[in-house]
């Protein structure tokens, strides 16, 4: 039988005098509730999608995730740099300048320099001009001496006065005539930062033509980054844990269907949704059902525990076991 509506409950409550005293419609339902119908409900399940990341991560690199049933979009942006500088300001910062290797070259100056040498670093060209000729951005005095000349060259590539900080580069102090000049973005993209120069002092030289040995984030530190950031900052009803190898995997908080529908995008090199599917995926809705209410198939007796929905899980069941 199918339960019983409100109005046939009223109705059966006040039929009479009798029927009232002893809530006759209410006993019915509730009767029906308690009698096992012939069915197989299911508990709702949630939708899941899982990322591989196959190698590095690179700075900049993005995974989004949309859920059409929720306001706005959760775009999680892979950053080196310690700034955590964004592409866009909306984005959410996953922080991976600990996981990466800058590039770095070192500058050598032993000598002081002369008026007209030059030296360029990616594609801002510095020129050495005479003694407080140095009145705009790249333009670098010569200074009164060596020690005036190394303070004016680490001033100019990190911005001081009319200088314009290097937007890849910082410069450290001098240790004795050498100076460590860094990428700010880790990874190996600062590797192709050019560093050459036309010192007449031959001994005032770059170590290499670009700056080298910078390393990018392995794909485990990237994941454990991505989890922690979206962990944190999700949005979108969507939760992500680090599954077998280098995956990641991603899960509606609810269950359904409705969770097929939310959409994923990545912008990773080496990254590939399963499947090449762009949502995610599995989701089912359960059995709905009233507290109490029972069903039965050739194996089971079911029994829901409280009121289910779609996205409900209260489902419960009992094995029949063999004939006695």
């Known amino acids: 039988m199918a339960n019983l509506t409100p109005q046939e409950i009223n109705d059966l409550n006040r039929m009479n005098q009798t029927t009232t005293n002893v809530g006759l419609g209410t006993r019915i339902n509730n009767l029906e509730l308690s009698l096992p119908a012939v069915g197989t409900p299911v508990n709702a399940v949630k939708a899941t999608k899982t990322l591989t990341i196959a190698g590095v991560v690179l700075d900049g690199e993005t995974f989004t995730i949309n859920n059409p049933a929720v306001t706005g979009t959760d775009k999680y942006e892979f950053l080196a740099d310690v700034a955590q500088t964004k592409t866009e300001a909306t984005n959410i910062a996953v922080n991976i300048a600990a996981n990466v ?5 070192t500058l050598t100056v032993d000598t002081q320099p002369i008026a007209n040498d030059t030296m360029t670093i990616g594609n801002k060209v ?13 333009k670098i005095s010569v ?24 937007p890849l580069v910082s410069a450290a102090a001098f240790v004795a005539d050498a100076c460590a000049i860094t990428a700010l973005v880790g990874g190996t ?3 192709a930062i050019n560093s050459v120069e036309t010192f007449t002092a031959v001994t005032n030289i770059f170590s290499a033509v670009t700056l080298t040995t910078g ?3 392995s794909a485990a530190n990237a994941i454990t980054a991505l989890v922690a950031a979206i962990t944190a900052s999700d949005t979108q009803g969507v939760g992500a844990v680090d599954g077998a190898g280098d995956t990641v995997v991603f899960t509606a908080d609810a269950g359904g269907l409705a969770g097929n529908a939310i959409i994923l995008a990545e912008t990773l090199t080496n990254g590939s949704l399963a499947g090449g599917a762009t949502t995610l995926a599995g989701g089912l809705n359960g059995t709905v059902g009233k507290f109490g209410k029972a069903l039965i198939d050739a194996t089971y007796i079911y029994y829901v525990t409280a009121d289910n929905t ?9 094995a029949l076991g063999a004939a006695f």
């Open 126 to 138: 510095y020129t050495f001009v005479a003694l407080a000729g140095d009145t705009e951005d790249g």
């Open 143 to 166: 200074g009164a001496d060596l020690a005036a000349a190394k303070l004016n060259i680490v001033a100019a590539i990190n911005g001081s006065g009319f200088n314009v900080a290097h």
């Open 215 to 217: 390393a990018n984030c």
């Open 101 to 105: 290797t800058k590039a770095v070259v």
């Open 189 to 191: 993209l600062g590797n």
């Open 310 to 318: 779609v996205a409900g899980q209260n489902w419960r069941r009992i």
